[in-house]
C-alpha cells in the first residue's frame, strides 16, 4: 500500500464506521417503537415471519388454524396484527442491513492492521457482537418477549455502539492528538468520568421502569395514565437524579464553551451534549405528566443513549488530545 493511501484508507473507515454508529442508534429508535407499540410478537417467528420470508399483509392468507398452530409453539393467543407484523418486519430489516454494514466496517477496518492492529481487532470484536445480537434476537421471539431478554438485547446493542466509537475514534486518533484542549480544568476529566458513572445509572434504572412497563402492558392496562401509579420507588429515584444529570452535563457543556474556541470540534460536541440532554429530561416530563405516551418512549430511550455515546466520545477523545 501507497503510504499516501494510508489516511485516505482511515478516513473511509471513519466515514463507514460514523454510518453504521448512526444506523445502530437508528435501529435502538426503531427497537423501541417495536417495544412501545406492543409489536414485538408480530411476527412469532424467527427468522421468517409467520412461516414466510416476506409476511402477509392480510389474515386470509394465513392458515385458518394459524392460532392453534402458534399455540403449540408456547405463543397463545396469536393475532395476526397488519401493522404490528410489519413493523416487526422493518425492525429487522434494519437489523440485517446493518449487519451489511458491519461487515463493510471490519473490511474496512483491515487498512490498520500493520499501523494500528487494534481498530482491526474492535471491528472484528463489532461483528461478533453483532451476530450475537442477531442470536439474541431470537431468543427474545422464543421467550415470548421476556422483559429481561427484551433489556439484555437493548443492552448488547447499547455495548456495540460504544465498540463503534471507540474504534472510530481510534482510528483518528491523529487528528485528537492535535486539539489543544490545554484551556479545559485539571477536574474536567474526573467530572466527565462522574458524569459517564451517572448516565450509566439512570439509563440502569430506567431499563428497570421500562420492564414495569411492560408487565403492565401485559396485564391489559390499558389507561396508560394510571400506570404510573403502580410504578415502584425507582421511578422516583430516576426522576430526581435526572436534576443531578442535567446539572453536571450543564457544566461540562459550558466549560468546553467558554475554555475553547467556538469552532472547536469539542465545543460543538459540548453543545450538543447540553441539548441531548434538555431533550432527554423534556421526553421524561413528557412521559410523567402525559400518561405515558407510546411515541415519547423510544425518543427518551434513544436520547438517553445518544447522550452515553457522546459522552463516551468525548472521554476516549480526551486521553488522544493535547493538554
Known amino acids: 500500500m501507497h503510504v499516501s493511501a494510508i489516511p485516505d484508507a482511515g478516513l473511509r473507515f471513519a ?20 417495544r412501545a407499540s406492543g409489536a414485538g410478537m408480530g411476527c412469532p417467528d424467527w427468522p421468517t415471519c409467520f412461516g414466510r420470508l416476506i409476511p402477509p399483509t392480510d389474515e386470509s ?56 492492529r487494534a481498530v482491526t481487532w474492535l471491528a472484528l470484536t463489532v461483528f461478533l457482537a453483532v451476530g450475537f445480537q442477531g442470536w439474541l434476537g431470537s431468543a427474545v421471539v422464543a421467550s415470548n418477549l421476556r422483559p429481561v431478554m427484551i433489556t439484555a438485547h437493548m443492552l448488547t446493542a447499547f455495548a456495540i455502539v460504544c465498540l463503534l466509537i471507540y474504534a472510530v475514534t481510534r482510528s483518528q486518533r491523529r487528528y485528537f492528538a492535535a486539539l489543544d484542549l490545554s484551556g479545559l480544568p485539571p477536574r474536567f476529566r474526573t467530572v466527565l468520568l462522574t458524569a459517564i458513572g451517572m448516565t450509566l445509572f439512570q439509563i440502569a434504572m430506567g431499563t428497570q421502569i421500562r420492564e414495569s412497563v411492560d408487565v403492565m402492558a401485559a396485564a391489559a392496562s390499558t389507561d396508560r395514565s394510571l400506570w404510573r401509579e403502580n410504578f415502584p420507588l425507582v421511578f422516583y429515584v430516576h426522576r430526581s437524579f435526572s436534576a443531578l444529570i442535567l446539572g453536571i452535563n450543564l457544566w461540562l457543556a459550558w466549560t468546553m464553551v467558554k475554555a475553547l474556541p467556538s469552532g472547536s470540534l469539542y465545543a460543538r460536541f459540548g453543545k450538543t451534549l447540553a441539548g441531548l440532554v434538555v431533550a432527554a429530561i423534556a421526553a421524561g416530563v413528557t412521559l410523567d405528566r402525559l400518561g405515558f405516551p407510546a411515541i415519547a418512549q423510544p425518543l427518551h430511550l434513544v436520547l438517553a443513549n445518544l447522550i452515553f455515546g457522546v459522552q463516551f466520545f468525548l472521554y476516549v477523545a480526551y486521553r488522544y488530545a493535547g493538554h
Open 15 to 34: 466515514r463507514i464506521g460514523i454510518i453504521t454508529i448512526a444506523a445502530v442508534y437508528f435501529l435502538i429508535m426503531v427497537g423501541g417503537i417495536v
Open 61 to 116: 392468507q394465513l392458515p385458518a388454524n394459524y392460532h392453534e398452530i402458534y399455540a403449540e409453539r408456547g405463543y397463545a393467543d396469536t393475532r395476526f396484527n397488519p401493522v404490528k407484523t410489519w413493523t416487526e418486519y422493518v425492525n429487522r430489516l434494519i437489523g440485517v442491513s446493518i449487519g451489511l454494514l458491519i461487515m463493510v466496517t471490519l473490511y474496512r477496518s483491515l487498512a490498520f492492521w500493520k499501523t494500528d
